[in-house]
């Protein structure tokens, strides 16, 4: 087949130009007919063609060949997005998951969950609700990984279809992790074999597999402090690192692992200022101005029409935004939107207060008691007595629902104030009557002091104390 659907600029592409697009990226090409992934082919005399997997039998899609002249680009509801990441600074890997706001409808309808799974389990260990409570349309939602496995079954109960997707590498080769944006934390699984110049990764590596010295001792290498960590029951090493030149001894060594190592391309957004949200630049301008250092065109590497792109100079494009844009070349990978200053729909969500002196978590939802000695996690059955300086955080799928605060004490006043002084402060000191002169006296100082005071000519000193202040 010579047409497929291209998931980074989310248009058709042909198989001619993703081979001019160089771009070695996996699970990148989606048949347009059945939805399956292609790859890019070709021979010595054949041109670049795509073909389904050995899955499907290597054979061109039925519905393809049918429907070849058709021009439609429908696609059937499916993950928009799903990338794993690794956080440099919380030590963790996670499954970022993203849905449009038609398929969280068709979703929510059916009551249809997300599942986790790894190859070797049926049952899921992470399972989530497809609604508006827990995705909002087109925004990433992390899901933390629990369990270690080399290779993830991504699916749901309204389709039942199983997405296979490879994620650590093994026999000593190193799982790569590429810097999204500025934020030196968030890295990207990267799924090429191609990797450039002056680009930041992390290489991870399962612990007892790997010398560190053999690395961070390359010629033309830049790494920093190592991390060693365990998550999941494992044990990994991470090398944060760039590769500031193309060194004999840097490609030599990324070979042995699979790896090609390749000068970067560059990429900017030169104007309008953007702001950045989960990845995309957000203008308010019709049109960009972008300097790149390879030349934009239409289906290879950008998905606006040629129309929409003009040439200033060889490096400098003015590009017309009329929606969702998505640029991506070897390393270079921009996505930009019109900033439509509207929120997206979402349920409100009531944070249920309650006041109580002992709580008992009663499931087994997120809680965190929050005290003067710090944040602890609590587990279901528990109880805790809360103080007046502690709170208990109820916490859905990240979201604040609900707060437990401690009883307040009832403020005493009056006869029962007295009261409360009398039996708890038993001290006595001689009482004078010339005490109160300068002092307005309530009627339950005046009853205390005729009856107790006069009578045993002694006073209590606290009592004494909240008279003159004028508090009793």
């Known amino acids: ?46 041109a670049p063609y795509f073909k389904h997997r050995s899955g499907n039998n290597n054979k061109e899609c039925d519905d393809y060949v049918r429907t070849c002249g058709e021009s439609s680009t429908d696609l059937p509801f499916q993950y928009s997005k799903a990338d794993f990441y690794f956080n440099k600074d919380k030590k963790i890997f996670s499954l970022e998951l993203c849905f449009s706001n038609d398929e969280i409808i068709v979703y929510e309808q059916d009551n249809a969950a997300f599942e986790l799974r790894t190859p070797n389990s049926e049952q899921a260990f992470s399972t989530i609700l497809i609604n508006k409570k827990n995705f909002i349309a087109d925004i990433p939602t992390p899901i ?23 994620v650590f590498k093994a026999w000593s080769r190193p799982t790569i992790f590429k810097m999204q944006g500025n934020d030196g934390n968030k890295m990207k699984l990267d799924r090429s074999t191609v990797l450039y110049t002056e680009v930041f990764y992390c290489f991870i590596f399962q612990h007892q597999h790997i010398t560190l010295q053999s690395i961070i001792s390359l010629d033309g290498i830049q ?50 200022p953007a702001n950045q949200v989960n990845g995309i630049s957000l203008i308010d301008t019709e049109t960009v101005f972008l300097f790149s250092s390879f030349e934009l065109k239409k289906s290879e590497k950008i998905n606006v029409y040629p129309t929409d792109i003009i040439k200033i100079s060889n490096n400098l494009s003015r590009v017309r935004i009329k929606s969702k844009v998505y640029i991506t070349n070897r390393n270079s990978e921009i996505i930009i939107d019109k900033n439509k200053h509207t929120s997206h729909a979402f349920d409100n969500i009531t944070i249920v207060k309650e006041s109580t002196n002992k709580y008992t ?71 004078y009557e010339s005490m109160f002169d300068f002092n307005a006296l309530t009627e339950t100082a005046s009853r205390y002091i005729i009856t107790e005071c006069k009578t045993t000519g002694f006073i209590n000193p606290v009592v004494k104390q909240f008279i003159i202040e004028g508090n009793l």
């Open 361 to 431: 978590v009663p499931n087994d939802d997120t809680y965190f008691l929050y005290s003067r000695l710090g944040i602890k996690r609590l587990s279901k059955g528990q109880s805790v007595y809360l103080t007046p300086q502690s709170e208990i955080r109820h916490f859905f799928f990240g979201y604040l629902v609900g707060c437990i605060y401690p009883e307040k004490q009832k403020e005493l006043t009056g006869e029962l104030l007295l009261s409360d002084m009398l039996n708890h402060y038993k001290r006595k000191e001689k009482f």
């Open 223 to 272: 790494a920093e402090e190592p991390l060693i960590f365990e998550t999941m029951g494992e044990k990994f090493l991470g090398i944060p690192l760039t590769i500031v030149n193309r060194t004999d001894q840097a490609v030599r060594a990324l070979e042995g692992w699979g790896y090609k190592l390749e000068t970067s391309e560059t990429l900017t957004l030169l104007w309008p």
């Open 1 to 46: 087949m010579d047409k497929a659907y291209d998931t980074i600029i989310q248009s058709k592409v042909t198989a001619e130009k993703a081979a001019k697009n160089g771009n070695h990226e996996a699970n990148r090409y989606t048949c347009l007919y059945c939805h399956e992934e292609v790859i890019l082919a070709a021979g010595v005399i054949v």
């Open 144 to 166: 933390h990984l629990k369990i270690f496995s080399y290779n993830y079954f991504l699916s749901d109960t309204l389709y039942c279809k199983n997405n296979e997707c490879k």
